[in-house]
């Protein structure tokens, strides 16, 4: 499979708790998108990287939550000390190097991590 | 701030009939237009788009229009088949970022056989 592979896909948390969701882009793609889609709500833009740069944080949360996408191996969202609140489906989307603006039709989405937090 | 509305959470349509979804924004700087299209259990893909100079882009079944006055757009899909039952998602980007999306909340369609 070519596609944005997500791990784990369900993923049950206890409040406190730390959450890890992976995610590895299309072969191929050096950039890789988060988003989180809350209950009833569209999916909302979190942070943006390339291979140990991040470029825009800009929709991440200040506090509990990080993200990384290392020379080897995935990229990872990291939600420490995890709330109620912190429950939604995380998607990741990857796109192969811009050369300009592409109009943002090149993203490639994976299926989603589901973060439950009891 | 919901810069993004699609403010049918659901529709039904009948096979072989055209299915109309509609989508408002609020910036007028979003210069991007997108649909995509999300089946449970799995993430979205992308369905079509329309730049903000265009005011229609037709692929296919489907078909964008862009009002930019009304800082509105529609998807349509004639015919509906029970395949095109899904979520579909309007999305937005500026300028300089091309690859962060505003999306909208969705709209489920159902396709009646």
């Known amino acids: 499979n070519a596609g944005v592979m997500q791990n784990p896909r369900h993923l049950v948390r206890r409040r406190g708790q730390e959450a890890r969701l992976r995610c590895s882009p299309m072969k191929g793609h050096s950039h890789v998108y988060w988003y989180r889609q809350l209950p009833e709500e569209g999916l909302k833009f979190m942070v943006y990287l390339q291979k140990e740069n991040i470029i825009d944080e800009s929709g991440m949360p200040k506090e509990r939550f990080s993200a990384e996408f290392p020379k080897e191996g995935p990229s990872i969202l990291r939600i420490q000390q995890v709330v109620r609140g912190d429950s939604a489906a995380y998607f990741c989307a990857s796109s192969p190097p811009t050369t300009g603006y592409s109009g943002a039709n090149v993203l490639t989405f994976g299926a989603g991590s589901r973060l439950t937090v009891l | 701030d919901q810069q993004v509305k699609q403010n049918s959470p659901s529709l039904s349509v009948q096979e072989g009939r055209i299915s109309i979804l509609n989508c408002d924004y609020t910036n007028s700087m979003f210069d991007y237009f997108l649909w995509y299209k999300k089946y449970p259990a799995e993430g979205p893909t992308f369905l079509i788009s329309?730049?903000?100079?265009?005011d229609k882009n037709e692929d296919g079944r489907f078909t964008v229009f862009l009002n930019k006055s009304a800082k509105h757009l529609s998807l349509h899909i004639v015919p509906s088949q029970p395949g095109d039952s899904a979520v579909y998602f309007c999305?937005?980007?500026?300028?300089?970022?091309?690859?962060?999306?505003?999306f909208g909340a969705g709209t489920i369609l159902r396709v009646k056989s």
């Open positions: 999305a937005a980007s500026f300028p300089e970022y091309g690859n962060k999306l505003v």
């Open positions: 329309i730049s903000s100079i265009k």
